[in-house]
Nanobody, 115 residues
């Protein structure tokens, strides 16, 4: 079955960096767009970065220039390098993909940025 497992979250000071990883299985990873979403307390889940099968990337304005999404098709991994973190980046971060029939989500990983 489809599985997405995130890792790499944690507590970091403002200005610091974290790298999130997402391990995918159960579908043809190399053919699918992968996305990173986040949900802060009391807010809706939002798309912050996505990368196509051909590694074309798009970013939300709030993270552009600070976050970088990448993928390793051989390892079925997608990454989110987060630099210059701000307290407003505090959220649960989710890896996701839409396989047509439905959208799949990982369990999420908490990122907390202290001021």
């Amino acid at each position: 079955q489809v599985q997405l497992v995130e890792s790499g979250g944690g507590l970091v000071q403002a200005g610091g960096s974290l790298r999130l990883s997402c391990a995918a299985s159960g579908f043809i990873f190399s053919l699918n767009t992968m996305g990173w979403y986040r949900q802060a307390p009391g807010k809706q889940r939002e798309l912050i970065a996505e990368i196509t099968w051909g590694s074309n990337a798009n970013y939300a304005d709030s993270v552009k220039g600070r976050f970088t999404i990448s993928r390793d098709n051989a390892r079925k991994m997608v990454y989110l390098q987060m630099n210059s973190l701000k307290p407003e980046d505090t959220a649960v971060y989710y890896c996701s993909t839409d396989l047509g029939s439905r959208r799949y989500w990982g369990q999420g990983t908490q990122v907390t940025v202290s001021s």
